[in-house]
Structures are given as structure tokens and as C-alpha cells.
């Protein structure tokens, strides 16, 4: 197994959370001009980003101390 | 994990620490203030919506709605145990000198008090020294004056174990961490007490879940997390046996019947985008604009949100193990709590609930109001950047401390928290009038309220005609004893009732709710009553000789049958004295419920018991076959299983008390 790819691999979920919380920053900015309706698609998108690169990190996290 | 309270610090450390809680207490208690008021001022009360005080034990609307009546064949049914807590505030007001508002003002003043020195353990706790002026100061802060804090005091028992969490959290990583069995006491107590009524229950579960979540993981040490996991709810059914008892043995379920309709119309307000920024309220009760076309509160309430995922992925790679765990969970039950805040706006739940019948969707009854459970982010929000903030450097804690603190000043200063707390919530004078009627109605007869059919609806409620602002509250509750809504009230409320029904059910008042604002179009008109108008309410009296007790029908005695005389004990209670040369059917003016029994005495010795027919639609009938001089004792049956378990609860709580005096005495 080449041990670089994984560690890349693994970094992956804390990307996917990043650009959520990355959406839903843009969507309060898009609040702020009065756009609300596509703050609410920007925070729909960053909601599962962030579901899923979380889900991922407390399985990761999970394997480590265990 | 350092045991807590963390013992390192210096002096000057320590004085900013304490100095930066009293100020962010003091500034929240500034917020609150006019919740606070009644404390310095005992004539004002509260009368809007349902922050409304109950003025006096044995009330109608509680013995009514909340305490002993229980479903029958599926019309009827209430929360038992919400009257123990009404009427234990009035029954504690009496005893200590309070009106019941003061002491509702006193305990939001107390849990204030504990919930902040909650947040200031939970920050000794996880926190650097340096870190923790400017963390107590933004979390106190936050945690009190964020919208869903502020909207919930309406409900006050619910925010009483919302402002609790920190303390319990607090108590329940401390027994985690140092294993002491103070704390796990603590914590169990807080668990039960703040627990009572169905949505705290569901609330303090969630949080519990979560710590044993977090004990199973971290501690990986099964006897010590299953102790932490089930000894609170052993205490919590000990404590709360009488009420816990009466769901067990007779037939109570959740009394708000759900449908897919009623779930659609209370997730108005709870699209996605409405929850991450504090604006959720199906029902706002100031203008709706003022927080969802309020854009500087939406952009700092969703970048407080956003922050403090932030600052955890910031430093995900330096946060230690434990605190990671805790992190990571509380930020995937943000998510969690998110997600369900949507309500039917949520195209999953939507399709979920749609797939139920109704019978199944009665299930979720206490997740009706959806956007309620948003309540419980802020606890979340407050354990991640506790947890997460000493992942980044130093010199970007400062910054991310500084930056929240500027958007919690965009969301409190461009929030309408000051109207809710000063104009809709806030304790007021009420008209001599509710008093009078506290005073002089008499509770061994019945009052029937009746509203009008026309009546105006400001912001989606009646407003009182002596203080707009207020709306329409449950102030009767405290007067007189009444019916519930079944058809037979339908029909007097409509005017259709006969003399006969009235003196038949001991109807002795009708009080017209002419204190609404712009009422008109009553129906009733009974010219056979003695009616007046006081400053506010219309008052008509049936003048007749009524009684709670007859022979039915009530022409058809023939002198066989003679109520000697019947005495009132209490609610639950009445002793009948009755000579019998004939069976007879005793009619008794108390709603009918069959768990209402004639328990027949003759010569002192129990002879039998006998349970109710409905009478009239409305009210007890008992036929009894017995003749003679009966001495009959009228119970609600559960009572007696209500009496005997306060003992064991009781006692419970007794030696819990008796042994965290104990501990404290032992130092712990």
C-alpha cells in the first residue's frame, strides 16, 4: 500500500468540511445582501459537505483511539 | 482531560477570570431584567401567552388540563405531571410569602445564576488561563442572549433546563473525569428535577446521550460508563414516581394529537437556512420582518454558527484525543438537531412523516413544534469551542475570540431580544378584576368561559383589551373550577343550554371573555342569570340551589333516596352521606372519567365499589345498588398511587440531599 496516497486520501474529509463551512460563510455574506434564497442552496450544499467530511473524521477518529 | 476545577493559575489570572463572569452575569441579568422585575414590585404579573402566572393552587384550568384527567377513548388527556410544577410554585409561593410570579422571577433568576456558573466550571475546565476572561465573556453572553434563548423563556420550564445545561454538563464531566459520586448525585438530581415535563425530559436525554457517547468512547471502561449511563434515570424514575406511576396505570399518552397538517403548518419558518440563523419561530409574536428580512442578524447569527466549525477544523490536527471526541460529536449533533429543526421542510422528514399513519405520527407529537429543538445547538456550540479552542496558536485564539464577540454584538444589537424581554414578555399589571373572581367564586361549583366568536388576531394572537401588547394567556386558569371542551359546553357556549343542564352539571357562573380586545358576536344569552359587567370581564350568576352531588333523574327521587350531606376534602376527594330505601343513580357534576370511583361504606366497613357512567356527556353517574345509611367516599383512583409513591420520592430525594450535605462536609 503506498502509505502517501492514504495519508492523502484521509486529509480528504477535513477538505470536504472546510469547503462546507467555506459555503456556508458565503452564504451568510449572501444574507447580508439580502439574497436569501440562495444563502439557503449555499447552506444546503455546506450542510452535507459538512455531514459527510465530519461523519468521516469521527470515523477516522474513531479507528485512532481505539 | 485536567480534573476539574483546574488548580493552576495565578492570582491576577484568577481575579480576571472572576471578573469577566461577574460582568458578562451582570450584563445578561441586564437583558433579562424585565423578567426580573416582579422581585422589586409583587403587583406585577405575568399575563402574556403562556408565560402566564397561575395564581393559586386547586385552579380550574390545572385541575383541568394538567393533573388528573386522562384519556378517554382518545378525546381527552394531559400531562400529569406540569401541574405538580405549576401548583408546587404556588404551593411554595404561599409558604415563603411570594406571589407566584415573583417566584417564577426568582427562578429564572437562580437558573441564570447557576447555568452562568455552569459555563464558568465548563471554561475552568477545558480552558488556558489566558484564554478565559475573553471565552467567559463571549460564551455567557451568547449562550443567554442568543434569539432561541431569549424566544424560549415563553416557555419558562423548558428554558429553565435550557439555562441548566452547562451546570449539568459541567457536574457530568466532572464525574467522568474524577469519578466522584458527588457529582454523579449532581448530576442526577439536576437530571430529575429539570426533567419533569415531557420536552425537558427529551431535552436532558439528548445531552445525557451525548456524555455517555463520549464516556463510552474515551473511557472504553464498560461498569463506568453503563453506572454513568442508567444511575440518573434510576434516580430520575425515583423522583418523578408519582408522576411516572399515574402514566403506568392508567391510560395517559402525550395529549396533543399530531397530523401531517398540524406538522406542515408549525415547520413554517424552518426552511434550512431559517434554522442556522436563529430565525425558526413558527409563531413570532413581534413582526415576523424584524428578524427574517433582518439581514445584519442573519449574516452574524449563521458566521457565529459557521465560526465555530471553524475553529475546530483549525485545529483538528492539535486538538488531544478526549477533547477531540467531545468536539466532534457535539458538532455532529448540531447537525443532528439541525436536521430536524427543519420540520417538514426537510424533504427526508417530510418523506419520513409522510409514510406514517396517524396513529404512528403520534410518536413524534413532541417533536411537532420542530424548530423547539434548536434549543439545544447553543449547548452544543458552547462545548465545541470550548473543546476545539486551544487547538489553534495563541495568536489566533485572541482574533477568533474577538471576531465572535463582534458578530454576537451584530446578533444582540440588531435582534429584537429587547422587544420580546421588555414589551411582549415582561411582567405587567393585570385589571382587580381576575382577583375578585379568584377570590369570591367558589371552586365546589363550575364557571364556564366563554369567548367570543369575533375576535381580532394581532401578529397570529388576542391581545388583552387592558394591555394590547399582551397576548391572550391562561390568567382564568387560577379561577374557579370548570369543564372541559366536549359537546355539551360547545352547546352552552352557544347559548343552547337549558336551566336544567346548568343546575344538572352545578354550573353556577358563565364569565364572558369580554376582556379581549375587540370582542364581539357572543351567543349566549341566558336572561335567566344575574349578570355584570366589571371594568374588563361580564360575570353571570345562576342563582339556583346547586349542588356537586343529586339523584338522577332529578325528577324522579320519589323521597326514597336523601343526600344527608357530602363534604369537600379536596379535588380529588368528597365524602357523601346518603340514606336509601330504594337502588338509586348518584349523578356527581365532576367530569366524567371512569377512574372516578364510589368507594360505599355501610356501618363503617367497605361494601363495594362502583365506577362511573357518563351522564349528560359531561359528568359521573353511579349506580348504587346498596340501601340504607351509605357513607360513600368519591375518589379519583390514581391519587391514592399518586400519594403513596410522593412518599418513596420523597425519601429518595431525602437521602440524596442527606448525602451531598454529607460530602460537601467530607470535602467530597
Given at each position: ?10 486529509a ?8 462546507g463551512?467555506l459555503?456556508?460563510?458565503f ?7 439580502g ?7 449555499l ?6 459537505l459538512l455531514?459527510?467530511g ?10 485512532e483511539i481505539l | 482531560?485536567?480534573?476539574f ?6 492570582q ?12 458578562a452575569?451582570?450584563?445578561?441579568i ?5 423578567v426580573?422585575?416582579?422581585?422589586a ?6 399575563a402574556?401567552g403562556?408565560?402566564?402566572t ?13 393533573t388528573?384527567?386522562t ?8 400531562v ?6 405549576i401548583?408546587?410554585?404556588?404551593f ?15 427562578l429564572?433568576?437562580i437558573?441564570l ?16 488561563e489566558?484564554d ?5 465573556v463571549?460564551?455567557?453572553?451568547f449562550?443567554?442572549l ?8 415563553v416557555h419558562?420550564?423548558i428554558?429553565f ?10 457536574a457530568?464531566?466532572?464525574?467522568l473525569?474524577?469519578?466522584k459520586?458527588?457529582f454523579?448525585v449532581s ?5 430529575a428535577?429539570?426533567g419533569m415535563?415531557p420536552?425537558?425530559l ?6 445525557h ?6 464516556s463510552f468512547?474515551?473511557y472504553r ?5 453503563l453506572?454513568?449511563a ?16 399515574l402514566?403506568?396505570?392508567t391510560?395517559?399518552t402525550y395529549?396533543?394529537p ?6 406542515q403548518?408549525l ?7 431559517d ?5 425558526n ?5 413581534i413582526?415576523?420582518g ?17 465560526g ?17 471526541t ?7 449533533f448540531?447537525?443532528g ?6 420540520g417538514t421542510n426537510?424533504?427526508l422528514?417530510?418523506?419520513f412523516f ?9 410518536y413524534?407529537a413532541l417533536?411537532?413544534e ?7 445547538i447553543p ?14 496558536e ?11 464577540l463582534?458578530l454576537?454584538?451584530?446578533?444582540v444589537?440588531?435582534s429584537?431580544i ?15 378584576d381576575?382577583?375578585?373572581?379568584q ?11 366563554i369567548?367570543p366568536?369575533e375576535?381580532p388576531l394581532?401578529?397570529g ?5 387592558w394591555?394590547?401588547?399582551k397576548?391572550?394567556?391562561?390568567i ?5 373550577s ?5 359537546d355539551a ?7 343552547n343550554?337549558s336551566r336544567?343542564l ?9 364569565i364572558r371573555?369580554?376582556d379581549?380586545?375587540g370582542?364581539?358576536?357572543f351567543?349566549d ?6 349578570c ?19 339523584i338522577y333523574?332529578m325528577?324522579a327521587?320519589?323521597n326514597?333516596?336523601?343526600?344527608t ?6 379535588p380529588t376527594?368528597?365524602?357523601v ?5 330504594k337502588?338509586f343513580?348518584l349523578?356527581?357534576?365532576e367530569?366524567y372519567?371512569p377512574?372516578?370511583?364510589a368507594r360505599i ?14 351522564l ?11 340501601t ?14 399518586f ?7 420523597l425519601?429518595v ?8 450535605v454529607?460530602?460537601?462536609?467530607k470535602g467530597?
Amino acid at each position: 500500500m503506498d502509505l502517501a496516497k492514504i495519508s492523502k486520501i484521509s486529509a480528504w474529509p477535513l477538505y470536504l468540511s472546510f469547503a462546507g463551512v467555506l459555503l456556508w460563510l458565503f452564504s451568510s455574506l449572501m444574507l447580508l445582501f439580502g439574497n436569501a434564497g440562495f444563502a439557503n442552496d449555499l447552506a444546503f450544499y455546506g450542510y452535507w459537505l459538512l455531514f459527510i467530511g465530519l461523519a468521516c473524521l469521527m470515523i477516522k477518529h474513531v479507528r485512532e483511539i481505539l | 482531560m485536567a480534573d476539574f476545577p483546574s488548580n493552576s493559575g495565578n492570582q491576577i489570572s484568577e481575579w480576571k477570570t472572576l471578573l469577566a463572569f461577574l460582568f458578562a452575569t451582570a450584563v445578561v441579568i441586564f437583558f433579562y431584567q424585565p423578567v426580573l422585575f416582579p422581585l422589586a414590585d409583587g403587583s406585577l404579573v405575568f399575563a402574556s401567552g403562556d408565560l402566564t402566572t397561575i395564581p393559586g393552587p386547586e385552579s380550574a384550568g390545572i385541575r383541568i388540563n394538567s393533573t388528573y384527567y386522562t384519556f378517554i377513548d382518545g378525546e381527552r388527556g394531559e400531562v400529569v405531571n406540569r401541574a405538580f410544577l405549576i401548583e408546587g410554585v404556588s404551593f411554595f409561593s404561599d409558604v415563603i410569602g411570594f406571589s407566584d410570579t415573583q417566584t417564577q422571577s426568582l427562578l429564572i433568576l437562580i437558573c441564570l445564576l447557576l447555568g452562568s456558573f455552569g459555563i464558568y466550571r465548563l471554561t475552568k475546565y477545558f480552558l488556558k488561563e489566558e484564554d478565559r476572561p475573553i471565552a467567559l465573556v463571549f460564551l455567557i453572553l451568547f449562550y443567554f442572549l442568543n434569539m432561541w434563548s431569549i424566544d424560549r423563556v415563553v416557555h419558562l420550564w423548558i428554558w429553565f433546563t435550557y439555562a441548566l445545561f452547562p451546570l449539568f454538563v459541567s457536574a457530568g464531566l466532572s464525574y467522568l473525569s474524577e469519578r466522584k459520586s458527588f457529582f454523579l448525585v449532581s448530576y442526577s438530581i439536576i437530571f430529575a428535577f429539570f426533567g419533569m415535563i415531557p420536552h425537558s425530559l427529551m431535552y436532558i436525554l439528548m445531552v445525557h446521550l451525548y456524555l455517555v457517547i463520549f464516556s463510552f468512547m474515551n473511557y472504553r471502561n464498560l461498569k463506568n460508563s453503563l453506572l454513568f449511563a442508567f444511575f440518573p434515570v434510576v434516580i430520575y424514575v425515583l423522583l418523578n414516581l408519582p408522576a411516572l406511576a399515574l402514566v403506568l396505570t392508567t391510560d395517559v399518552t402525550y395529549p396533543q394529537p399530531v397530523d401531517m397538517f398540524t406538522l406542515q403548518f408549525l415547520s413554517m419558518h424552518g426552511e434550512l437556512i431559517d434554522v442556522l440563523t436563529f430565525s425558526n419561530n413558527w409563531w413570532p409574536q413581534i413582526n415576523p420582518g424584524k428578524i427574517t428580512e433582518n439581514p445584519v442578524l442573519r449574516f452574524a447569527s449563521l458566521a457565529i454558527i459557521a465560526g465555530t466549525f471553524l475553529v475546530f477544523l483549525f485545529g483538528y490536527k492539535k486538538i488531544r484525543p478526549d477533547e477531540k471526541t467531545l468536539a466532534l460529536l457535539a458538532l455532529l449533533f448540531i447537525l443532528g438537531f439541525v436536521f430536524m429543526a427543519q420540520g417538514t421542510n426537510n424533504g427526508l422528514l417530510n418523506a419520513f412523516f409522510g409514510m406514517l399513519d396517524e396513529g404512528q405520527l403520534h410518536y413524534f407529537a413532541l417533536l411537532r413544534e420542530s424548530g423547539r429543538i434548536a434549543l439545544m445547538i447553543p449547548i452544543f456550540i458552547v462545548l465545541t469551542i470550548l473543546a476545539s479552542v486551544k487547538g489553534p496558536e495563541e495568536t489566533e485564539r485572541r482574533p477568533f475570540f474577538a471576531a465572535m464577540l463582534f458578530l454576537l454584538f451584530l446578533h444582540v444589537l440588531s435582534s429584537p431580544i429587547f422587544e420580546y424581554m421588555s414589551v411582549v414578555y415582561s411582567a405587567t399589571e393585570v385589571p382587580e378584576d381576575y382577583y375578585v373572581l379568584q377570590n369570591e367564586i367558589l371552586k365546589e361549583h363550575k364557571t364556564i368561559w366563554i369567548s367570543p366568536d369575533e375576535v381580532p388576531l394581532i401578529l397570529g394572537a388576542y391581545r388583552y383589551a387592558w394591555n394590547e401588547d399582551k397576548s391572550f394567556g391562561w390568567i382564568v386558569w387560577g379561577i374557579g373550577s370548570s369543564y372541559p371542551d366536549n359537546d355539551a359546553m360547545d352547546s352552552i357556549k352557544q347559548g343552547n343550554g337549558s336551566r336544567e343542564l346548568f343546575d344538572a352539571l352545578n354550573i353556577k357562573y358563565i364569565i364572558r371573555r369580554t376582556d379581549l380586545m375587540g370582542a364581539s358576536g357572543f351567543k349566549d344569552n341566558y336572561s335567566w342569570m344575574d349578570c355584570e359587567k366589571l371594568d374588563y370581564l361580564t360575570v353571570c350568576e345562576n342563582r339556583d340551589d346547586l349542588k356537586a352531588f343529586s339523584i338522577y333523574p332529578m325528577n324522579a327521587t320519589e323521597n326514597t333516596v336523601a343526600i344527608t350531606d357530602f363534604t369537600r376534602v379536596n379535588p380529588t376527594l368528597w365524602y357523601v352521606n346518603i340514606s336509601a330505601k330504594k337502588p338509586f343513580m348518584l349523578a356527581f357534576a365532576e367530569t366524567y372519567n371512569p377512574l372516578w370511583e364510589a368507594r360505599i361504606y355501610e356501618n363503617g366497613e367497605k361494601t363495594g365499589t362502583v365506577k362511573p357512567v357518563e351522564l349528560y356527556g359531561v359528568i359521573n353517574g353511579y349506580q348504587i345498588n346498596a340501601t340504607g345509611d351509605l357513607h360513600l367516599e368519591m375518589r379519583y383512583a390514581p391519587q391514592d398511587t399518586f400519594e403513596a409513591t410522593a412518599a418513596i420520592s420523597l425519601a429518595v430525594l431525602l437521602v440524596c440531599i442527606f448525602y451531598l450535605v454529607y460530602s460537601i462536609k467530607k470535602g467530597r
